[in-house]
């Protein structure tokens, strides 16, 4: 095989394997427990892999139209509409998408360019900065700290300018499980009233928010749906993450830009899932009860690591629970991930990866989106390193 030089390198040559691939292949190498990477460990509703079957013997396995499957686009418009009051035209400011990732992808690359500053509040999901490093952004990324995560205001007022081309937003958050508040939409809308701003607003967990709590993203105030992208994903909703399915909705100005850059990314997405999808979406609305699912399981595993030396405040949102171990060792998140996986046979992800500067809060993410009896033998687990390590 012909040998290329050395000094060959991608626009991204520091970015390594990511900490999602590191982990859970050691978790496989030594059988140990995953609970580090983000997917539900049950089965989706049989219901819908019917309906997936279904389309695929009807003939529904040729290109879907660009912006993606009407019937499926009305769908979402419907939901937008139950939940926020918000009507998004299916035809000009709604999109399907090949998951979530890709619709914050192309978002970035359609309407970020050389230059332009951008707000990213950390710990972030490991996406956003590769993508706006390849449109030579300037990143200015606000550091959010255990135990809260609270967001400061005051510093985003600081760094924010009329070169503020976007702030991308979380809600509920990936790795931490907050959730923003209508204080924290609210002045969101304020900083940016007036300017040309763009918020693109990351909302893959939308339905997943515990404790009789109302998801509030930007949907939910009108100042921020006339400037914002929204992304969803049908995956993290429907127990579905491999069918790597999502939506985006936004106005019709910046839909026109989105798709100009997501024809040439994808063109389209799978037509079989997008008919399925819309099909069992007329019938069954399990988002609304998908709150009170994973909150049992939250429940579960936070009951069972009672008595344990771990900290934590109660996951507000999403399917993650972070963990503070500072009471079981003074070791390095990332470290004692590795060692915990070798070692006690249970993996998780190290928060501190997601910030731009390190920030070692003693804190580690673990997935609860996982069968009850799995739970619990990770809990029975956690208090062995409690126990062990205490001595």
């Known amino acids: 095989m012909p040998h290329f030089s050395s000094r060959v390198s991608s626009k991204l040559p520091l970015v390594g394997t990511t900490i999602f691939t590191v ?3 050691l978790a496989q190498e030594h059988k140990a427990i995953n609970l580090s990477q983000g997917f539900p460990g049950f089965a989706p509703d049989p219901k819908l892999i019917k309906k997936a079957a279904k389309a695929m013997k009807q003939g529904f396995n040729q290109y879907a139209p660009m912006a993606g499957w009407l019937p499926l686009r009305e769908e979402v418009s419907a939901l937008f509409e139950r ?3 918000v009507s998004y035209h299916p035809e000009k400011e709604i999109t399907i998408c090949a998951g ?7 978002a970035i690359q359609a309407l970020v360019r050389e230059n332009d500053e951008v707000i990213v509040f950390t710990p972030a999901y490991d996406c956003y900065v590769p993508a706006l490093e390849l449109v030579q952004a300037k990143v200015h990324q606000v550091a959010l700290r255990a135990p809260h995560y609270q967001i ?12 503020t081309k976007m702030i991308i937003i979380n809600t509920p958050h990936n790795p931490t499980g907050t959730m923003m508040s209508a204080k924290d939409i609210a002045t969101l809308a304020e900083i940016t009233k007036g300017t040309d701003c763009i918020v693109l607003s990351d909302e893959v967990y939308e339905h997943i928010v515990f404790d ?12 921020l749906v006339s400037r914002s992208l929204i992304v969803g994903s049908f995956g993290k909703t429907f127990h579905v993450t491999g069918w790597k399915t999502g939506y985006v909705c936004g106005p019709e100005a910046l839909m026109s830009e989105f798709r100009k850059v997501h024809q040439y990314n ?3 997405c799978n037509t079989p899932v997008q008919v399925a999808l819309a099909e069992y979406m007329k019938g069954e609305r399990p988002e609304e009860s998908l709150g009170t699912f994973y909150q049992k399981k939250r429940d579960l595993f936070l009951q069972a690591l009672g008595g344990s030396a771990f900290e934590f405040q109660p996951s507000a949102g999403t399917y993650f629970q972070v963990l503070n171990y500072k009471k079981l060792s003074d070791d390095a998140d990332t470290k004692v991930a590795k060692d915990w996986t070798v070692d006690f046979g249970i993996a998780s992800i190290p928060i501190s ?3 731009q500067y390190p920030v070692q809060d003693h804190v580690l993410r673990f997935c609860f989106a996982k069968e009850d009896d799995e739970l619990l033998k990770a809990a029975k687990r956690l ?4 126990k062990t390590l205490l001595k």
């Open 23 to 25: 982990m859970s292949a």
């Open 83 to 85: 939940r926020d009051g």
């Open 212 to 223: 009789g709590q109302k998801h509030l993203g930007a949907a939910s105030h009108p100042e």
């Open 152 to 163: 400061d205001w005051e510093q985003v007022k600081q760094l924010f300018s009329r070169r």
């Open 266 to 268: 994808v063109f389209c």
């Open 353 to 355: 990866v997601f910030y």
């Open 100 to 106: 979530a990732t890709q619709a914050l992808f192309t």
């Open 383 to 386: 208090h062995k390193i409690s």
